[in-house]
């Protein structure tokens, strides 16, 4: 559990820059350049992930039971992962969804957690989609208040981005629940 901990202060740590201290943000990336500042980013962003994968699957080793969902839970929780992908395109798509959603990337975020919060009810799984369910709401409350929200790059404006996102959400959803899932976490949704 201490690595699972671990790489969510360093992974959720580096993505909370923007919150916590934008101004100290602002002067490393010009200080250091845009490029070398997304380089160090990266390999922060990338220690942490390895770290947040490898706790959690000693973590699962020795599971610790804090609660037991029902089965109408689990399949609830498929039915909220279905636009999880879709927004996750949406998010560098521009189209309909992304106005709609606003922040699609943290409204994927926050679906992803919750559902997997539905799912499962080890200590371990409360602490990984529980850490990314209140980062991912704080980060929400911060761009609300932050003078000039950070757009990343997307592709250009479209009248075919909504459906390229549906689909490839879509197909990507359906690659994770009869394949990937599986093969990649020991797990079938289904």
Partial sequence: MPL???GLVV???VHSLAIVCPAMRA??????GEGPWKGLYSLVSLIGFVLICYGF????QAPVDLYSPPTWLRDAALILML???PLLFAAY??????????HPMLAAVKLWAFAHLLANGTLADVVLFGGFLVWA???????????????????????WNDALAVLLGLAIYVL???WAHLRLFGVSPI
């Fill in 4 to 6: 699972l901990i671990a």
């Fill in 83 to 85: 636009p999880v992908f």
């Fill in 93 to 102: 798509l521009p189209g309909r969804i992304k106005t709609a959603a606003k």
């Fill in 27 to 32: 002067r490393a990336i010009q200080a250091t």
């Fill in 57 to 60: 699957a000693r973590a699962r």
């Fill in 137 to 159: 709401v704080v980060d929400r409350i911060s761009v609300k208040r932050r003078a000039v929200p950070q757009a990343p790059r997307t592709a250009p404006p479209a009248p």
């Fill in 176 to 178: 994770v629940i009869f």
């Fill in 11 to 13: 992974f959720l740590g």
